[in-house]
């Protein structure tokens, strides 16, 4: 089935890297866009990153930039994110997701994020 | 850059009512941008409806989305045990999303 598993989060103290990957299964992984998604504890969603199918774009929210880096492997179906200089305002869950929508002509249309995994915790202290 | 604020904070309603929830936008948007999730507690969250009326796969018609320009709504006609959860609407566009800050539907 169609699944999205992260893994690499724990604990790590502040100024340290960590990098997250989110393996893909049960789609074609090269065909979609992928984001990063982030929830700190008790708070709402906030969007990370997105790279496009091909890797040719990536987009960071404005409080990760310069510090993130998204990255996939289309040949081992795995998204990443390296994050360095971590902060205590990057501790959350990170959920990688999978985004749906189709081109035509000029125009993109935006079916939303279909596919989300379980979340991976950061925790940073 | 485009702010999405939800309303209310906090809805307390009972099985079986109606629950109203409304995102606005700061700008006016393309409502085939507009997305919305639902998150249960302890679980990652679903995409309920996109292009701010259609619902995603699987998803019941009690729940529907509408709206246009700066104010999109979604409803749900008759709450079940399992609605009560966070709703999250997002809008996609110009290299990035934005979420909302969420409506909690809590059981009154």
């Known amino acids: 089935q169609v699944q999205l598993v992260e893994s690499g989060g724990g604990v790590v103290q502040p100024g340290r890297s960590l990098r997250l990957s989110c393996a893909a299964s049960g789609f074609t992984f090269s065909t979609y866009g992928m984001h990063w998604v982030r929830q700190a504890p008790g708070r709402g969603l906030e969007w990370v990153a997105v790279?496009?199918?091909?890797?040719?774009?990536?987009y960071y929210a404005d409080s990760v930039k310069g510090r993130f880096t998204i990255s996939r492997d289309n040949s081992q179906n795995t998204l990443y994110v390296q994050m360095n200089s971590l902060r205590a305002e990057d501790t959350a869950v990170y959920y990688c997701a999978r985004e749906d929508g189709s081109k035509a002509a000029l125009h993109y249309y935006y079916y939303g994020m279909d596919v989300w995994g379980q979340g991976t915790t950061v925790t940073v202290s | 850059e485009i702010v999405l604020t939800q309303s209310p904070g906090t809805l307390s309603l009972s099985p079986g009512e109606r629950a109203t929830l409304s995102c606005r936008a700061s700008?006016?948007?393309?409502?085939?941008?507009l997305a919305w999730y639902q998150q249960r507690l302890g679980q990652a969250p679903r995409l309920l409806i996109y292009?701010?009326?259609t619902r995603a796969t699987g998803i019941p018609d009690r729940f529907r989305g509408s709206g246009s320009g700066t104010d999109f709504i979604v409803t749900i006609s008759r709450l079940e045990p399992e609605d009560f959860a966070v709703y999250y609407c997002?809008?996609?566009?110009?290299?990035?999303?934005?979420f909302g800050g969420g409506t909690k539907v809590e059981i009154k």
């Open positions: 700008q006016s948007v393309s409502s085939s941008n």
């Open positions: 790279i496009w199918y091909d890797g040719s774009k990536k």
């Open positions: 997002q809008l996609y566009g110009d290299s990035r999303l934005t």
């Open positions: 292009g701010a009326s």
